[in-house]
Structure formats: C-alpha cells, structure tokens
C-alpha cells in the first residue's frame, strides 16, 4: 500500500518510504539501505508541501548521505521546516550556526528555543506535541552552555585587545584582573618567561587540544572581524556593561 500511495504521489508516503530506506528497514522495504533513493524520495515529497521531508533531505544534506554534502542548502531547508512547524529543526539550525557560520547569536537563538521555551512545560505530552524528547532539551541545554563559553571567550579576547591598546578605563581594568583570578575557561599566555605572542590565548582549559585549538581558532576569527579601533569606540559600553556583572 505504501509504493501505491508513493506512485499516486502522496508526499507523506514518500517520506515515509524515505526514511525507511534511509534507516534500512528490509523487512518493511524488501530493499536494502539506499541513502540516494532515501534523498530523491524526501526531495519529491518536499516539493509537494511535505515539511519533514524538508527536515529529512536537509539531514541528508548536512551529512552527505545520498547527496552531496552542502550545508547552505541544508540550512535553507531546515529554515523551511521550521517554517512549516517541525519544531526540532531549531537543534540542527543552531548546530550549522555554531560550527559552520560560527554565529553565537543565531545558535543562541535556536538552543534557547528548545531549552529555554519548553522547561515551562517539560510534561511527555507538551514535549510531543513539538515533536522532540527529553534528550533534546538537555541537548540544547548543553550546546547553550557551549556558546555561553565561546561568546565569553570573544568577550574576554576583545576586552584584552583594548587594554593592549590602552583604550582600557581603571574599571575595567581591575575587572579584568579579577576574571584572571576566576581561573575560568580565558587564561592569557602572555606570561613572562614563556614563547608566546600576544595573539596566542589559551582561550579553552581544561579541555583536549583537538577541541582547544578548534575554539581558539574560532575565537581569534571572531576577534579578528571587528578592530581595535572599533572595540575602543565601544569602550563606554563595554565598561558600563563589565563593572556591573
């Protein structure tokens, strides 16, 4: 019944026989895996208005599974689902914002809308009702702290740079003194006595040197799109902002 409902295009059908597919589900299917019939099914069934195939060839997409790997156009086609109410979409939407356009504020944004909306109401029946699961609120709980910690980092880098200017207010300076002290996840490597340059932040401790290096790139690039002459014109919000947290 359902290759009748997929050869009379019903585009729920095809999702359905896409995913299965895409899972390898033989005994359902009698057909091996087959990522690339998975991503054609989901890519007809998306034209004919069905939103989760949207989200599925977008998976796909992201992955490199059947289709070549493209995360712009996996990321338009998440948008879409979201649009059309797959709610779950803002999880994967906030990873290609966090690690592929390395945009803090739009993955705040997404990981706020699962972790931040939903603990008002964490009942099975609310979390159904948008189509995701306990897991993927502490998912998305987790990948907020995650982007906590980078934005602070930016923030801690920035804020160095303008007292190596020394565009940097007596405030600021003594709260800057006391983060060191904090021995949280920004620690300079400009200590005397060591072969460091004054681009080189130890800006992630306490973690692997894959997943260090990878944040400090991230964080050097961040602090490279805007100048020191720019963070300095900031610098009356900036101090406002850091003698009051």
Not at 171 to 196: P, Y
């Amino acid at each position: 019944y359902l290759r009748v409902a997929v050869a009379a295009g019903d585009a729920d059908a095809m999702n359905a026989l896409g995913s299965m597919l895409l899972r390898g589900d033989e005994k359902a299917t009698g057909e091996p895996r087959d990522f690339q019939a998975a991503a054609r099914l989901f890519a007809e069934a998306g034209a004919r208005g069905c939103a989760a195939a949207d989200y599925n060839l977008a998976a796909c997409l992201e992955a490199g599974a059947g289709v070549e790997k493209d995360a712009g156009k996996a990321k338009s086609l998440f948008r879409r689902a979201l649009s059309l109410g797959v709610f779950r979409a803002h999880l994967p939407l906030g990873y290609l914002a966090l690690h592929h356009d390395e945009d803090l504020g739009a993955a705040a944004r997404h990981f706020s809308a699962v972790s931040g909306d939903v603990p008002g109401d964490v009942s099975a029946k609310r979390l159904e009702s948008l189509g995701i699961g306990e897991g993927d609120v502490a998912e998305a709980t987790f990948c907020l702290a995650d982007v906590s910690e980078r934005a602070a980092d930016v923030g801690l880098a920035r804020l160095e740079r303008l007292r190596a200017s020394g565009a940097v207010a007596e405030t600021l300076e003594r709260r800057l003194e006391a983060l060191r002290d904090d021995g949280g996840a920004f620690e300079s490597q400009k200590r005397e006595g060591e072969n460091a340059t004054d681009d080189a932040l130890d800006l992630s401790v306490h973690r692997d040197a894959e997943e260090t290096a990878a944040r400090r790139d991230a964080t050097l690039r961040a602090v490279a799109a805007s100048s020191a002459e720019q963070d300095a014109n900031a610098a009356g919000d900036l101090v406002r902002h850091v003698a009051t947290a």
